[in-house]
């Protein structure tokens, strides 16, 4: 039995009360953590069972039961299935692959505060999730068994931040900072927005997609007293878009919260044009505009999950100027070693002199347009 998406359904939980299965506290405690559990829920593949026996090395295995219920599972190629079961292929790195992709640890000025860019911060407040993504840019720290511990040190990061009144724009992400207690979220907004040059707050988060009864009422009137506060979802495919996610995201939406999503390219998920455009409308419908496609990292045995950057191209040119504006993201490369993200949209200026440019459109027609012959404003250092 598959989930149903007009909801009222809890498939393979179907005996569970609804005060149960709407409870996050209940989905978390009853998240699927073990080969023994998972085998008694679905028919895995024997390159999934050895990815699982393998997973508690590298990057836990963790799913709630809300989404596990979105596995179709007579479809061992499931897009749902496919970014949270284990495979064995984790195990098998690549010569160009790396355990800390973007370069975070060396911009770390303080542990578990990253300050790449100058006017902003990645500030990590916790290493747990919902469930784990098994292309995690952060395994490295996050789940607890990976190679790394993150030993965000709380009273050095806000003092940073507090020193540097450059930081306008503070982001919390992790793990999911949506996986801690409503109080103790709130002493760390109250502490950031208590600092004058801190303009906006940001919260990177998959709970409205994992865990979409943790946006209580309660958590959406606290997080509204912090504004302006963002967030930035992530859903990779128009399955994950179910009537709990979008209950979520309303809720999130009229506490006044822009919503913004982050998708990740990902082999046999969402590495499709039709799949993508489908995703994007279903989150317009929810009021999420879609923000950024990331080509995945170059994690550690992820490589079964990458897509090649042309087919990324190929599906933005399936996007941009085929739909509403909204529904196009930007794709980017959050280039290894650190060099930050970088778009990598389709080429539209076909060529750029002194007098023209010549630009080419959604159709493939080049349009020129006179370029005015003055000198630009420099840019400030
Ligand atoms: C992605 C990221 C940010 C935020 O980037 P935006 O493009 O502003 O969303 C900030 N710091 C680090 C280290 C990041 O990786």
Redesign the pocket.
């Known amino acids: 039995m598959q989930a149903d998406e007009s909801g009222g359904s809890n498939g393979l939980w179907s005996d569970v009360a609804p005060s149960d299965w709407n409870d996050w506290r209940w989905q978390l405690r009853h998240r699927i953590t073990t080969l023994e559990t998972l085998e008694t829920l679905l028919p895995l593949t024997t390159e999934e069972r050895e990815g699982t026996l393998l997973a508690g090395k590298k990057l836990a295995l963790g799913i709630t039961p809300y989404f596990f219920n979105l596995i179709n599972r007579s479809d061992p190629h499931c897009p749902i299935r496919r970014q949270v079961i284990p495979r064995v292929e984790e195990t098998a790195v690549a010569p160009w692959e790396l355990t800390d992709p973007?370069g975070?640890d060396e911009r770390m000025p303080v542990p578990g505060l990253?300050h790449?860019?100058v006017d902003?911060?990645?500030f990590l407040v916790t290493d747990r999730c919902a469930s784990y993504c098994r292309y995690c840019t952060r395994s490295r720290v996050v789940s607890g068994v990976g190679e790394r511990q993150l030993e965000t040190d709380f009273s050095a990061a806000i003092e940073y931040i507090r020193r540097h009144a450059e930081v306008r724009d503070v982001?919390l992400s992790g793990g999911d900072p949506l996986l801690l207690s409503d109080e103790r979220l709130e002493h760390l907004l109250a502490e950031l927005r208590a600092i004058p040059h801190v303009e906006i707050l940001r919260i990177g988060s998959r709970v409205p997609v994992f865990l979409p009864q943790r946006i209580t009422p309660e958590l959406c009137a606290m997080l509204k007293q912090f504004h302006p506060l963002w967030m930035s979802i992530h859903t990779n495919h128009p399955r994950e878009a179910t009537t709990e996610m979008a209950a979520a995201c309303g809720r999130l939406a009229d506490a006044g919260i822009p919503l913004g999503n982050q998708t990740v390219l990902l082999r046999g998920v969402n590495d499709d044009p039709v799949v993508m455009k489908s995703l994007m409308h279903k989150l317009l419908v929810m009021r999420v505009r879609p923000y950024y496609i990331y080509q995945c990292d170059l994690v550690r045995g992820t490589d079964h999950l990458r897509t090649s950057v042309r087919q990324g191209i190929k599906i933005m040119e399936s996007l941009r100027g085929h739909t509403t504006g909204y529904a196009v993201p930007e794709y980017v490369i959050?280039a290894p070693g650190g060099g930050g993200?970088i778009p990598v949209g389709p080429v539209t200026v076909a060529a750029h002199d002194k007098q023209r440019v010549l630009i080419r459109n959604h159709e493939g027609e080049l349009y020129e347009y006179p370029e005015r012959n003055e000198e630009c404003v420099p840019c400030p250092p």
């Open positions: 973007c975070e990253v790449r860019y902003r911060v990645l982001l959050d993200k």
